[in-house]
């Protein structure tokens, strides 16, 4: 009719998500959760019927969302914790002991026990952030956007290098980019400003160096880099940053286990490409005003 599960190890109950019950049949069945995050108690629906001389299954599923280096253990504390009737005169049934469990020790039945590892840290581009046309001599315009996704933890990182790569023609002594920084999805800084700096011989290419320290919260987080850029810069140049998460950012470590971390993927990412458009007005007339006749002296 109903089971109830005991959880014993040192996680929360807010580092794990979407936790049901299922059975052998395909069947899920929702979980209340207790206030302190111990008992998680599921009604089986209308019951599982378990015919003579056969057997049935139940366990606890879920999603891992955080808890780095503790462990999940699922038991069941008592016999009464799991509601038994008979199917023929609806008595009410007690279970035994599982094998190796005698006497009144408890639990009644010990689950297996999960061991959380260290969290991770995956770099993507972000779509939320659209290739757009951004303006000659603009400030704080946006360069691209990445989204960074922490697991099992918050990750913390002290060094990250952004390449800045341009079209033919652009990237000159006069055009690196200017204060370029890093803001969250509150549109708080979190890096920089810094400026580009010449990278290798070619012109084309610049680098942008951080050395602040940035706290990745658990999830996923938009990260955009905005920065300015002057007037030398021609109509359809473009922008595009880069880099390669496994060796651009470096010094990661998890906030929980102290243990490091190195980002994914280890090939490189790249953001949106932004062209550069020179600022144009156009006037024309306005269509919502028709000739007309007016009386003189009138005023209008």
């Given at each position: 009719k109903s089971v109830r599960f005991y959880q014993t190890g040192s996680?929360?109950?807010?580092?794990?998500?979407?936790?049901?019950?299922?059975?052998?049949?395909g069947n899920s069945y929702p979980v209340t959760v207790s206030t302190d995050g111990k008992y998680y108690t599921s009604v089986l629906g209308?019951?599982?019927?378990?015919?003579?001389?056969?057997?049935?299954?139940?366990w606890i599923q879920g999603d891992i969302v955080g808890g780095s280096n503790r462990t999940i253990a699922f038991d069941v504390w008592d016999?009464?914790?799991?509601?038994?009737?008979?199917?023929?005169?609806?008595?009410?049934?007690?279970?035994?002991?599982?094998?190796?469990w005698t006497g009144s020790a408890k639990p009644r039945y010990q689950g297996a026990q999960v061991t959380i590892g260290t969290g991770s840290l995956i770099v993507s581009k972000a779509s939320s952030v659209a290739s757009q046309n951004i303006v000659s001599g603009g400030t704080s315009v946006t360069l691209g956007g990445f989204e960074f996704e922490a697991k099992g933890e918050p990750i913390t990182f002290t060094s990250w290098v952004i390449?800045?790569?341009?079209?033919?023609?652009?990237g000159t002594g006069a055009t690196l980019p200017t204060n370029v920084t890093v803001y969250d999805q509150t549109g708080k800084a979190i890096a920089g400003?810094?400026?580009?700096?010449?990278?290798?011989?070619?012109?084309?290419?610049?680098?942008?160096?951080?050395?602040?320290?940035?706290?990745?919260?658990?999830?996923?987080?938009?990260?955009?880099?905005?920065?300015?850029?002057?007037?030398?810069?021609?109509?359809?140049?473009?922008?595009?940053?880069?880099?390669?998460?496994?060796?651009?950012?470096?010094?990661?470590r998890g906030d929980t286990t102290n243990s490091?971390?190195?980002?994914?993927?280890?090939?490189?990412?790249?953001?949106?490409?932004?062209t550069i458009k020179a600022g144009s007005l156009t006037i024309a007339p306005d269509s919502g005003f028709a000739s007309s006749t007016v009386i003189g002296s009138s005023g209008i």
């Open positions: 996680i929360s109950k807010d580092d794990l998500t979407n936790v049901v019950v299922k059975d052998t049949s209308n019951g599982i019927l378990i015919k003579k001389g056969l057997s049935a299954e139940v016999l009464p914790d799991v509601v038994f009737s008979g199917g023929t005169y609806g008595f009410q049934l007690k279970g035994t002991n599982s094998t190796g390449t800045v790569t341009t079209n033919t023609g652009a400003p810094q400026d580009a700096a010449r990278s290798g011989a070619t012109k084309t290419t610049q680098s942008v160096t951080y050395t602040d320290s940035v706290t990745v919260p658990v999830g996923k987080n938009i990260y955009t880099v905005k920065g300015n850029i002057n007037s030398s810069w021609a109509n359809n140049d473009t922008i595009q940053l880069q880099f390669t998460p496994s060796s651009a950012i470096s010094n990661g490091t971390i190195t980002p994914s993927p280890s090939s490189a990412i790249s953001g949106q490409t932004m």
